[in-house]
Nanobody, 115 residues
Framework: VQLQAYGGGLVQPGGSLTLSCAAS????????MGWYRQAPGKQRELVAA???????KYGDFVKGRFTISRDNAKNTVYLQMNSLKPEDAAVYSC??????????WGQGTLVTVSS
């Protein structure tokens, strides 16, 4: 199973980005797909996750700015990020948990928020 993340880049404060993560390979039942981030010198933290039952959890810092969604047919998870702040800058990684359970991580995509 491989996870490929797309959509990172440089954005100005207040701007928006959409990240996507596509899972490929032999994928059994998907339990959860989500996004985590890690900034330099900080621990990795949950950004948003969505379960197979469409239960969603956001990190406390999101405060309505981000939206996670999933395309089950494509095994792809999206993260729409609005009102980005400099403190949102980090490497964003996607995670897939399948039945087993098996836990997979993508390499990450860098988000830079700067003017």
């Amino acid at each position: 199973v491989q996870l490929q993340a797309y959509g990172g880049g440089l954005v100005q404060p207040g701007g928006s980005l959409t990240l996507s993560c596509a899972a490929s390979g032999s994928i059994s039942s998907v339990n959860l797909m989500g996004w985590y981030r890690q900034a330099p010198g900080k621990q990795r933290e949950l950004v948003a996750a969505i379960t197979s039952e469409d239960k969603i959890k956001y990190g406390d810092f999101v405060k309505g700015r981000f939206t996670i969604s999933r395309d089950n047919a494509k095994n792809t998870v999206y993260l729409q990020m609005n009102s980005l702040k400099p403190e949102d800058a980090a490497v964003y990684s996607c995670r897939l948990i399948t039945s087993g359970p098996y836990d997979y991580w993508g390499q990450g995509t860098l988000v830079t928020v700067s003017s």
